[in-house]
């Protein structure tokens, strides 16, 4: 734990996408809701639980304290899961007649230098890292009982519940373990429905309030990345990204070894066994997943989940005097991974980007900002975000009508591309959505030019696959006929035909003008309950980026 703990802290920093969470829990305290920009209704924060956490930590704590609580809590959320897991694997033993217990799960996890990275990051990691450890942790404890109920203890399956609270795909490993508990548990059908009912209450009250709130069936970052479409290829590359420079196969394989040698000394019951396999199977399913989506953009973020999980039953393993020489040698290969892992394995692009668009994010942005643990927004502004957001402020400020463009690369000498008058305040087109995002303010109203932020932009139809998370551009087009000031032509009796004009009729006109009602109008009971209704059609809904096609596609 402690070897964690430093290594996650020599290596703290918070990403562009956590700054994106705390623009959120600003309008939050603001009142606004859980929004990007006021007034219109767009879930950009991928993890409810963790939003949660950081806006009633940000109410506590004096000052802006979102990016340094992020750091500090996901350093914590971490070392919980190291112990939680360790004591759970103890415990998973602890018939074995042990001679000593080595923590080889544990120095594999620390070893990993994608865990310095995401130990931190601002993101929700930590919390990820540390519900796969108590739900493990308390399904140990629920397997060795005598006779364990499937409706029994309700704090675990509240807990299991809690998956896709915390992350979304998580949804695969709690049903995949909820499945385990209610199947392997003793009792009646009525007590195997009641512990599918207590695990599902917060999960499905959440899912009815994205439905009436934002009218989607997922979160917007799901349809800005069309995380419904199968990019194998993609994650394939993204995967070996992850397990070729690392070498992860060795320990996986040594892994393996050393269950085969030491599981028939554990004299487990037939749940253990079957705990075992399904925890290694919700791993490998929950990884098939991220390959499958094709992947993320920060290396190997989405996969440590998987890797966390697969490790907690081997978190503590026993050495017995039995087979001593084949597990120790065992253990000293996995030691010797582990230094090479330590101070030689990397990745080929060290703060930078890959040809395949996977980024070393950690090092990019301390790169980027010139500091070597860039946590708060004044680390991450050295660059110019600070200076450029400034003079949006002091626009907005002055009551200029403008739409402005995030430009690269920025300097603290860079002025502002004004792209044309807006229909009323500050509209701040930015490609960094986090860190412009939190600098602009919140009077601002900021737009992610890759669609994160906006409904519109979010549905456009995609085109062929691109960088992980970066394949949608919101077209320029879209851009004024949403927020720019309306003009003189067209206003008389011959329609306007220019690109502009014929993305105002798309928007005005069929779904895309019941997805902006939907996400913009006020929320009354009867627009909850309609956004509820079309949901489904809401979600499923896309926009091609060609106006004209639109035009004649919805029109």
């Not at 440590?304 to 026993?318: E, G, I, Q, R, T």
């Not at 957001?389 to 403008?402: C, H, L, N, P, Y």
């Not at 739409?403 to 008058?421: A, H, K, M």
């Not at 105002?504 to 909850?528: H, K, M, P, Y």
Request: proline letters at 7%; hydrophobic letters at 50%; charged letters at 15%.
């Amino acid at each position: 734990m402690l070897a964690v703990l430093a290594l996650g802290w020599n290596r703290r920093w918070t990403s562009d996408d956590a700054f994106i969470n705390f623009r959120v829990v600003q309008e939050l305290l603001a009142g606004h809701g859980p929004v990007f920009n006021a007034g219109e209704r767009v879930e950009v924060a991928t993890s409810p639980l963790w939003l949660f956490v950081l806006t009633v930590v940000d109410a506590i704590v004096p000052g802006n304290a979102a990016p340094w609580a992020s750091v500090l809590l996901g350093l914590a959320l971490t070392a919980v899961a190291v112990t939680l897991a360790s004591l759970a694997a103890g415990r998973l033993w602890s018939k074995a007649a042990s001679w000593v217990t080595v923590p080889f799960g544990v120095v594999v996890f620390a070893a990993l230098p994608p865990t310095w990275d995401f130990t931190t990051s601002g993101l929700e990691t930590g919390l990820s890292f540390s519900w796969i450890a108590l739900t493990f942790w308390g399904i140990v404890r629920w397997v060795q009982t005598e006779r364990p109920a499937p409706h029994r203890p309700v704090w675990l399956l509240v807990v299991l519940g809690l998956g896709p609270l915390v992350r979304p795909d998580f949804a695969v490993i709690a049903g995949i373990l909820l499945l385990f508990v209610v199947i392997a548990g003793a009792g009646r059908w009525w007590q195997r429905v009641l512990g599918l009912v207590l695990a599902g209450l917060l999960p499905v009250a959440y899912q009815v309030f994205r439905m009436g709130y934002y009218g989607l069936l997922v979160p917007n970052t799901a349809v800005a990345k069309e995380s419904s479409r199968p990019l194998w290829s993609r994650g394939f590359t993204y995967l070996a990204d992850l397990v070729a420079p690392h070498l992860l196969w060795v320990p996986a394989l040594i892994a393996v070894l050393l269950l085969a040698v030491l599981a028939p000394q554990a004299r487990w019951q037939r749940r253990e066994w079957a705990l075992v396999l399904v925890v290694l199977g919700a791993a490998a399913v929950h990884a098939l997943y991220v390959v499958r989506v094709g992947g993320d953009f920060m290396h190997a973020r989405l996969l440590m989940p998987s890797v966390f999980l697969a490790l907690c039953p081997v978190a503590a393993l026993p050495l017995t005097r039995r087979r001593l020489a084949v597990t120790g040698a065992l253990v000293a290969a996995a030691a010797v991974w582990a230094v090479a892992s330590v101070f030689a394995l990397r990745i080929s692009y060290p703060d930078g980007v890959a040809d395949s668009g996977i980024a070393d994010e950690r090092g990019f942005y301390a790169a980027l900002a010139g500091v070597e643990h860039p946590v708060t927004l004044a680390d991450h502004g050295g660059a110019g975000v600070s200076q450029y957001s400034d003079q949006v402020v002091r626009a907005d400020r002055e009551g200029m009508d403008e739409i402005v463009v995030q430009v690269v690369p920025v300097t603290t000498t860079t002025p502002l591309e004004v792209i044309g008058p807006s229909s009323g305040g500050m509209v701040f087109s930015v490609g960094n959505a986090g860190f412009y995002g939190v600098a602009a303010g919140l009077d601002v109203f900021v737009i992610d030019g890759f669609g994160l932020t906006d409904p519109i932009g979010s549905h456009i139809a995609p085109g062929p696959p691109g960088r992980p998370g970066h394949e949608k551009v919101f077209p320029r087009e879209y851009l004024f006929a949403r927020f720019g000031a309306p003009d003189d032509v067209g206003t008389g009796a011959q329609p306007d035909t220019s690109p502009v004009g014929t993305a105002r009729q798309v928007l005005a006109c069929g779904e895309a003008a019941e997805l902006i009602e939907a996400t913009s109008g006020r929320l009354t009971v009867s627009r909850f309950l309609s956004n509820i209704v079309h949901s489904p059609e809401l979600t499923s809904f896309r926009v091609p980026g060609d106006p004209a096609q639109a035009r004649d596609q919805l029109c």
